[in-house]
């Protein structure tokens, strides 16, 4: 499977120098694979929660070719906390 495009949608807007600038966010890819196209969309993603929607309730999402000088993003392992011996919480349990 190789990335074909990154799925943006905008997700705000914000007024500078008296312009009006879009919030956009990545939201998924488009690979291609032995059988065709695919959408992977970010489980996280709520498309309810996009501002512009047009007159139907749609809303619009662009397609972008990914850059190829931008870093895959990895997801980092969870922190384990460190343990403290000598700290006894069980001081303030009542029985």
């Given at each position: 499977m190789s990335v074909k495009y990154d799925v943006v949608a905008s997700v705000g807007q914000y007024e500078k120098d008296g312009q009006v600038k879009y919030l956009n966010r990545?939201?998924?890819?488009?690979?291609?694979?032995?059988?065709?196209?695919?959408?992977?969309?970010?489980?996280?993603?709520?498309?309810?929660?996009?501002?512009?929607?047009?007159?139907?309730?749609?809303?619009?999402?662009?397609?972008?070719?990914?850059?190829?000088d931008q870093p895959q993003q990895q997801q980092s392992a969870p922190r384990q906390a460190q343990a403290n011996d000598s700290f006894d919480d069980s001081s303030d349990i009542p029985f």
């Open positions: 990545k939201v998924g890819v488009i690979v291609s694979t032995q059988k065709g196209y695919r959408l992977k969309l970010d489980a996280c993603f709520n498309p309810a929660g996009c501002p512009q929607r047009s007159d139907d309730g749609g809303v619009w999402l662009a397609l972008f070719e990914p850059k190829k």
